[in-house]
């Protein structure tokens, strides 16, 4: 599923009881970003999903010290085929009709469990007005306002925030909102939003609206890359 010409390498993250962060390197790169097939979760890349290129790439300093949670208000997908299809639609909803770079998410999740990687780590979104250059947001395919999304879903992005602050992309001591915590919307869904206001790192108290730290610069790190 790769391209040839790849190099790979594996570094352990944290102490000696670390599980192992892998990263792709690509020959004639000093960077590198992870690939996630040895860790709690698969990220489909943009080449595997069949993305669009982007229009342009602009990127935001991490550690961020916020996630956002979304869902898309689209449709549901089960398998890697159906949800890499969802993605070439959600992009071409952004692209095309809305007139954005790109897909907004940073990552998407699907109900087959995987991840889908849309702006990743360190490039700026167009997820949360007013957030976009201070947080990462991940958005689970399908509308939750009556219902969860399933158990696979809800673990990966569990796992992909533990992966971000294992990569130094997230703070270890991050807040956690849904997109109405920052705007007018319905989203992430009456029903899921309910659940993750018990996640632990929820920060929303009472009705005090969040506040946006300050941009950090950006700088190239080890897990900065990727083909956009």
Not at 108 to 121: M, P, S, T, V
Not at 190 to 212: A, C, S
Request: with cysteine; charged share 20%; glycine share 10%.
């Amino acid at each position: 599923m790769l391209a040839l010409g790849l190099l790979f390498a594996v570094f352990i993250a944290g102490n000696a009881d670390a599980k192992p962060v892998c990263y792709l390197v690509t020959e004639g790169n000093p960077h590198a970003y992870p690939l996630l097939r040895c860790d709690t979760v698969t990220i489909v890349t943009r080449a595997e999903w069949g993305a669009n290129a982007c229009k342009s790439v602009n990127y935001m300093g991490t550690p961020v010290s916020v996630v956002f949670i979304h869902h898309t208000a689209m449709s549901e997908c089960h398998t890697q085929d159906a949800c890499a299809e969802e993605m070439r639609v959600i992009q071409r909803f952004h692209q095309v009709d809305r007139g954005w770079d790109d897909i907004g998410y940073n990552f998407l999740i699907g109900q087959d469990g995987r991840a889908y990687e849309g702006r990743a780590w360190d490039r700026i979104g167009a997820h949360t007005k007013g957030w976009n250059d201070v947080a990462i947001a991940f958005s689970i395919m399908g509308d939750f306002s009556n219902k969860l999304p399933n158990a696979a879903a809800l673990d990966a992005v569990k796992a992909m925030i533990d992966l971000g602050i294992k990569l130094g992309k997230i703070t270890p001591n991050y807040k956690l909102y849904g997109h109405r915590d920052a705007g007018t919307t319905e989203c992430p869904g009456q029903t899921l939003y309910e659940l993750i206001r018990t996640w632990d790192h929820f920060g929303r108290v009472g009705d005090q609206p969040p506040v946006k730290p300050t941009p950090i610069p950006y700088r190239p790190t080890a897990s900065t890359g990727g083909n956009y």
